[in-house]
């Protein structure tokens, strides 16, 4: 059973507008969500992450935003650049594992039109 | 801050050989370092997670014995591929976590990769 839902195998968005990426999640008791962005044949590049104890954060042009009640977050990306074309994993972690291990969704392709 | 290297980037060995593939935290002590494989259009799966100077936790279905890992320092996490076939050419990549130097405690670091192939 997945824990952690990207069900948007991909999106494709015009340039400067905003893009959103959503995921879900079932486990109630993760606490830390993170965003990573990944190119082909590389590692992924850690973007923005969420504690449970805040519903919004904020790092230039991207926002993470937090429901609790409905177990759903999303990154949001404005505005859309060329570069930001990548995959992006939504991961989460829970308070009872200390070795923070992550929960990876499965991820969204994103694509930046010109 | 928090930047972690893996090598080497590719390597291509016969089937039958060994293969290491390490790990380094460059500006920050690793506590825990984990262990992914991804195949092609899939995401990430995690083989182990290491803390260091312990024994490596491995995911269900992950063959210790065949994938060997040491995390001997806070550091520095090997992955050793043992007697290697086909069916191991894969997207190895390792993270690490840390809380000093620019890391916090609850990010991964990544590392560039590694693509094994087999021969």
């Known amino acids: 059973d997945q824990q952690v839902k990207q069900n948007s195998p991909s999106l494709s968005v015009q340039e400067g507008r905003i893009s959103i990426l959503n995921c879900d999640y079932t486990?109630?008791?993760?606490?830390?969500f993170l965003w990573y962005k990944k190119y082909p044949a590389e590692g992924p590049t850690f973007l923005i992450s969420?504690?449970?104890i805040k519903d919004k954060n904020e790092d230039g042009r991207f926002t993470v935003f937090l429901n609790k009640s409905a177990k759903h977050l999303s990154l949001h990306i404005v505005p859309s650049q060329p570069g930001d074309s990548a995959v992006y994993f939504c991961?989460?972690?829970?308070?009872?594992?200390?070795?923070?291990?992550?929960?990876w969704g499965a991820g969204t392709k994103l694509i930046i039109k010109p | 801050g928090a930047v972690v290297s893996q090598h080497p980037s590719r390597v291509i060995c016969k089937s039958g050989t060994s293969v290491k593939i390490e790990c380094r935290s460059l500006?920050?002590?690793?506590?825990?370092m984990f262990w992914y494989r991804q195949f092609p259009k899939q995401s990430l799966m995690l083989m182990a997670t290491?803390?260091?100077?312990?024994?490596?936790?491995?995911e269900q279905g992950v063959e210790k014995d065949k994938f060997l890992i040491n995390h001997a320092s806070l550091t520095l996490s090997t992955l050793t591929v043992t007697s290697a076939h086909p069916e191991d050419s894969s997207f190895y990549i390792c993270?690490?976590?840390?809380?000093?130097?620019?890391?916090?405690?609850?990010?991964?670091?990544f590392g560039p990769g590694t693509r094994l192939t087999v021969t």
């Open positions: 991961a989460a972690s829970a308070r009872e594992d200390s070795n923070y291990q992550l929960i």
């Open positions: 969420i504690s449970s």
């Open positions: 993270s690490a976590r840390g809380t000093s130097g620019g890391a916090s405690s609850h990010e991964q670091y």
């Open positions: 500006d920050f002590q690793a506590t825990t």
């Open positions: 486990n109630s008791m993760f606490d830390y």
């Open positions: 290491s803390n260091e100077g312990s024994k490596a936790t491995y």
